[in-house]
């Protein structure tokens, strides 16, 4: 591992580091520099916009496309600099994370061209049409259909879990197209059009009185024949290189945000005398060891990427990357509120505003459940392990495929 950058890559930092000095507020980078909530609403909201005008939104993404057409190395110093002056990046997870890279390496020059900039620009939200009642883990036994009638397609079934369906233009679904082919050849991975007749978005309300996620029910539901996305019936190789996206996501820089909160779970132990506690100063002592086994994996990612280079090891740090973090984060959410102690246990977020600020890379709080950003963090920790593919289904994965263990035992078909 080469832990020097390149020195080709210093004039690109400075550039950064100037950019954002000449965009943050006035007095950022004070000691003690704070906002009203009041305040951070309108700088977040107009934000994006600075954001898109510098040309920072997705910024590997090809000139053509809108993207400035960076390097690896140049984002992973765009992220550090980002990281490093507490500027927000904007976080769009389904475009800029998940179908954008997915339409990049798999649409044709159409749908490049028609959709990728409308994505950059936050013209069309997103949402991912993966799972089902039926069909979780078991992705492959989705049963939603998708008939071609024409220059459409008709979409008929329903999905569940759909992130912010209730927001999104258009969703990246996967239907059966061929109900004959064996179950993972009869699939095409579609970009359909959401605010139409035949989409029917119910939200699922959780114990915090949030509804991120929905159910949604497609009847007769269209969609432009040629918005399947690398190819008919070749959806299943497209939505594993979706799925590769979403448990992949910074592997390289995805460290910083539990460094961070790290720090405020530190500084609270600091603030209640958590920290005279030798069991609690144990479980800090093994969440920073964790979060260094995060960095260091993570530069170590970063140097095969630079230079081009397969080894047996990133590739296992792949696979096990999404498994890694995700429990992580749920023992260290339990520390965090174990150090919060009894004060843990009772709502300390602000009631009066709908979504309290979080701190980078933390999660946002709910008015109608005034959760403080830790409490909110601890909460959401518990589906982490969940969304993506579960850490289960990781260890079936990392264990068939990478350690050529035996194939877990299938469930036989019922006999007549
Ligand atoms: C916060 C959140 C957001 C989500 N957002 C989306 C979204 O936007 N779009 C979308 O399509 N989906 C979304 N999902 C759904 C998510 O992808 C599924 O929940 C996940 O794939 C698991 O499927 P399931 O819930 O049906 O559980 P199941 O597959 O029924 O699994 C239940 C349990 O059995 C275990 N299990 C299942 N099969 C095996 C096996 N072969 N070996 C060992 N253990 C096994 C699992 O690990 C799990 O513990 C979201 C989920 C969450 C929690």
């Known amino acids: 591992m080469d832990l020097n950058y390149p020195p080709e890559t210093e004039p690109f930092r400075a550039e950064v ?31 994006t916009e600075v954001l898109f005008e510098g040309g920072w939104i997705c910024a590997t993404w090809p000139k053509e496309y809108g993207g400035k057409g960076l390097s690896t190395m140049e984002g992973v110093v765009l992220n550090e600099e980002f990281a490093r002056a507490g500027a927000p990046m904007r976080a769009d997870f389904f475009g800029d994370t998940l179908v954008g890279p997915t339409i990049l390496q798999w649409g044709t020059e159409e749908q490049k061209k028609f959709f990728l900039p409308k994505i950059l620009s936050g013209e069309i939200a997103w949402c991912q049409g993966f799972s089902e009642p039926d069909a979780g883990s078991d992705l492959a036994s989705i049963k939603t259909r998708a008939v071609l009638d024409g220059d459409e397609w008709v979409i008929n079934g329903q999905k569940i879990w759909t992130t912010q369906g209730f927001v999104a233009d258009y969703i990246f679904i996967l239907c059966r197209t061929d109900p004959d082919a064996p179950k993972h050849k009869g699939i095409s991975y579609l970009l359909a059009p959401m605010k139409q007749p035949g989409v029917e978005v119910r939200p699922i309300e959780q114990v915090d ?62 603030a209640n005398g958590a920290i005279d506690d030798p069991l609690i100063r144990q479980r800090i002592a093994w969440a920073y060891s964790n979060v260094q086994i995060m960095r260091i994996n993570g530069l170590r990612s970063l140097t095969s990427v630079v230079q081009n280079k397969k080894d047996a090891g990133v590739t296992a740090l792949g696979l096990t990357n999404k498994m890694f973090w995700s429990e992580y984060h749920q023992k260290v959410m339990e520390l965090a509120m174990d150090v919060l102690g009894m004060d843990g246990q009772v709502l300390t977020g602000d009631p009066t505003i709908e979504e309290s600020v979080p701190g980078y890379g933390m999660r946002a709080t709910n008015a109608k459940y005034p959760a403080s950003s830790l409490q909110s963090s601890f909460f959401f920790s518990r589906s982490e392990t969940i969304w993506g593919g579960t850490a289960q289904i990781q260890r079936n994965i990392v264990g068939e495929r990478f350690l050529g263990l035996p194939k877990e035992p299938r469930a036989e078909a019922a006999k007549p």
């Open 209 to 270: 009185g949030s509804a991120e996620f929905c159910e949604v029910f497609f009847t007769d539901a269209r969609c432009p024949k040629d918005n399947v996305l690398g190819g008919v019936n070749n959806g299943w190789k497209v939505a594993n290189a979706t799925l590769g996206f979403e448990r992949g996501t910074s592997a390289t820089t995805g460290y910083r945000r539990f460094e961070k909160e790290l720090d405020i779970i530190v500084d609270a132990a600091k």
């Open 17 to 47: 580091r100037q950019w954002l000095e000449d965009h943050l507020p006035k007095g950022w980078f004070d000691e003690g520099f704070e906002m009203t909530p009041e305040e951070r609403r309108a700088w977040n909201e107009q934000w």
